[in-house]
């Protein structure tokens, strides 16, 4: 079923609206603040009546300059000097395109890490210029990269009078080697006293200027690169990302799972309640769905005999976009034979426990000021328990649809003709108690509408073994002890069926060639899915899916 919920669903989220400048044009900014000069601190704003210039305000201290670039003749001179200067080094047999590759032996980080080891001894560098100051015989540049920023100690005598004279004429964004001695200058900076230095590509665009950043959130989204190269801590939170996913992958190998890859084309998008994209497949003459979960092959494997098997990877689902919800994303679904939704909830705590520790080195992570403890035991409470508890009503006394309507209207919870009691249930706990479960709690026992994929709860069919994982108000994860029967399951698909027919997008059909491999035989399983780019905002504490997805979905630009 859906592992990264239908519950926060995309229904009424729109894509985020263009600019309109106030001229009442369209725009989109271009991520450029002039850095060839700092006296020149100038946005470009895109119009479709072309380039067009808006002044921005330099703080310096308390005062304030304004300094206007009146045309955008003067911008293509700013790029042009660039270009000029490629073409100049060029012409002199110094193309920094042809170099194809640079010794590197340490990176800034290490330096510092390590400065009472290495100080005296040679190094090389490479990376991003961000800083220039030449002043004279003698200059200083910092270079940046993956670890951080180091500063470099450039002077004539040491270098060369030719390269000195080439290196002057460097720009900020510019890709450089250097060769040199680890020393402290004197005021106290770690730095390396430059001996060669070397042009290995030659930036011909323009970064944004330093003081004012790049802090336009939709450009940041759409030029990646741009945001990578002025924050810091935005390639801070992608290098964390690769870590949480390394260290999920490594404890779940200590467990005895093994990963595979199953299918993203597929005939029949089930196994979540979502809306798929369709596309159609030519050499086939055939329409295909994208994936909108990873639950249906996975259980193939189990039937198969792989016992502990896992996927992490892209789902898509064609909804809308909000601080949560991106129509592709990542997830993980885990299955393990013969065990249950019990065995799931250990996992789960053990797994979050363990990526917290390894990659953070504590179990207390702070999400928005509010601070999450992952080392206490994970608290577990029933649905119908939880909707008692913040809303007052007991469903355990709620007996027939009738009465489960009239709770409804009473509370002030809207429901649809369909919805069945459990539905009505489901309901009452999105609105009265998501918001309440901060810290990690399991919420077990779901209504069997919900849940076609399920097992049932032996001592009352009403209710299903399922639990969801909540955290800061957000479900995390969502785990089954699976259904293996399959005259059970080929009901619940026709009762999905049925709901399509009602005129529910969401609802599954069914899978055939599933069904043929549930009637095989499946043993017990628990099964889970985790949203891996929610764990990861939690864990590295930013505020939308977007900030932790390299390249998210973005409406295109008019041209």
């Not at 110094?94 to 510092?112: C, G, L, M, Q, W």
């Not at 069919?461 to 955290?471: K, L």
């Amino acid at each position: 079923m859906d592992r990264e919920s239908h519950r926060n669903g995309n229904s009424g989220r729109e894509p985020g609206k263009k600019n309109v400048s106030e001229n009442g044009k369209k725009s989109y900014r271009t991520p450029w603040i002039l850095n060839l000069d700092t006296k020149y601190r100038n946005t470009i704003e895109i119009t479709k009546f072309g380039i067009e210039m808006r002044d921005t305000v330099a703080e310096e201290g308390n005062e304030r300059n304004t300094e206007e670039i009146q045309s955008r003749e003067e911008v293509s001179r700013l790029i042009q000097v660039k270009r000029d200067k490629l073409a100049e080094l060029q012409a002199a047999g110094n193309d920094p395109f042809r170099i194809t590759k640079y010794d590197v032996t340490h990176h800034s980080a290490e330096i510092k890490n390590n400065f009472d080891s290495l100080e005296g001894s040679k190094v090389t560098i490479a990376g991003r210029m961000m800083q220039k100051r030449v002043m004279g015989k003698a200059s200083f540049c910092n270079v940046q990269d993956l670890q951080g920023s180091i500063q470099s100690y450039v002077a004539r005598d040491s270098v060369g009078e030719e390269v000195y004279a080439g290196f002057k004429k460097f720009d900020v964004g510019d890709i450089v080697g250097i060769r040199g001695e680890v020393f402290r200058t004197k005021t106290g900076e770690i730095s390396v006293h430059a001996e060669e230095i070397t042009l290995l590509a030659k930036s011909l665009n323009i970064l944004p200027e330093k003081y004012h950043g790049l802090t336009n959130t939709d450009l940041r989204y759409r030029q990646r690169y741009v945001d990578l190269i002025m924050n810091q801590d935005v390639k801070t939170t992608f290098i964390k990302r690769s870590k949480i996913i390394a260290s999920i992958r490594s404890y779940l190998a200590g467990e005895g799972f093994m990963e595979v890859e199953t299918p993203l084309l597929v005939a029949n998008a089930g196994g979540a309640a979502a809306r798929p994209f369709e596309t159609h497949f030519n050499a086939l003459d055939e329409d295909f769905k994208l994936r909108i979960s990873l639950e249906l092959y996975l259980k193939r494997l189990i039937v198969g005999g792989l016992e502990r098997v896992y996927e992490i990877g892209r789902v898509f689902r064609n909804e809308g976009i909000d601080t949560r919800h991106n129509p592709e994303f990542t997830l993980m679904e885990l299955y393990q034979a013969y065990t249950d939704y019990n065995g799931m909830m250990d996992l789960t705590e053990k797994l979050y426990r363990h990526v917290a520790q390894e990659v953070l080195g504590t179990t207390k992570i702070t999400y928005g000021g509010v601070e999450m403890d992952l080392g206490q035991p994970f608290a577990r409470i029933t649905m119908v328990d939880a909707v008692k508890k913040y809303s007052g009503v007991d469903f355990n006394e709620i007996h027939s649809l009738e009465e489960a309507r009239a709770a409804a209207k009473e509370h002030h919870v809207e429901f649809e003709e369909r919805h069945g009691k459990g539905d009505i249930l489901n309901l009452f706990f999105e609105e009265f108690v998501e918001e309440h479960l901060i810290q990690p709690t399991f919420v077990m026992d779901h209504p069997v509408e919900i849940s076609p994929l399920t097992k049932k709860k032996p001592d009352n069919p009403d209710y299903v073994e399922r639990f969801e994982f909540f955290m800061n108000g957000w479900e995390m994860a969502n785990a089954y002890s699976e259904l293996n029967d399959p005259i059970d399951q080929r009901e619940r698909f026709r009762a999905q069926e049925a709901l399509l027919a009602q005129g529910d997008e969401e609802a599954n059909t069914t899978d055939e060639d599933f069904m043929n491999a549930l009637e095989h035989g499946m043993p017990p399983t628990g099964g889970i899915g985790f949203g891996i780019d929610r764990m990861i905002m939690l864990l590295t504490d930013s505020p939308a899916i977007r900030d932790v997805l390299l390249f998210p979905t973005m409406k295109s630009i008019e041209k």
